[in-house]
């Protein structure tokens, strides 16, 4: 079993930075890949970003390219979601999930989720 549990949301205005943190316990995040994703009130949850288990592979939304950056520290056990220039269609419930697979940007193929945090992004 794998708890994960993110932080590092809040309120921020449009253009701002925020980085949002998903520490895992129970077991240890390497052997995990790793992603990002987010839902917004009345939308279908989406992928932001995935990161392989060593971390030499990443994926990134179009909406987020260039914008946000998905790193781990695995000695850690911690993973990270940069994200810079938010903008208002950013807001959203952005959640951790962890995969036994090697790399993975699909949401079947996670085993494990955190609860999310709240990312607003005002105008």
């Known amino acids: 079993q794998v708890q994960l549990v993110e932080s590092g949301g809040g309120l921020v205005q449009a253009g701002g930075s925020l980085r949002l943190s998903c520490a895992a316990s129970g077991r240890t995040l390497s052997s995990y890949a790793m992603d990002w994703f987010r839902q917004a009130l009345g939308k279908e949850r989406e992928l932001v970003a995935a990161?392989?288990?060593?971390?030499?592979?990443?994926y990134y939304a179009d909406s987020v390219k260039g914008r946000f950056t998905i790193s781990r520290d695995n000695a850690k056990n911690t993973i990270y979601l940069q994200m810079n220039n938010l903008k208002p269609e950013d807001t959203a419930v952005y959640s951790c999930a962890a995969s036994r697979l090697a790399f993975t940007a699909s949401t079947y193929d996670m085993d494990y989720w955190g609860k999310g945090t709240l990312v607003t992004v005002s105008s």
């Open positions: 990161i392989s288990r060593s971390g030499s592979s990443t």
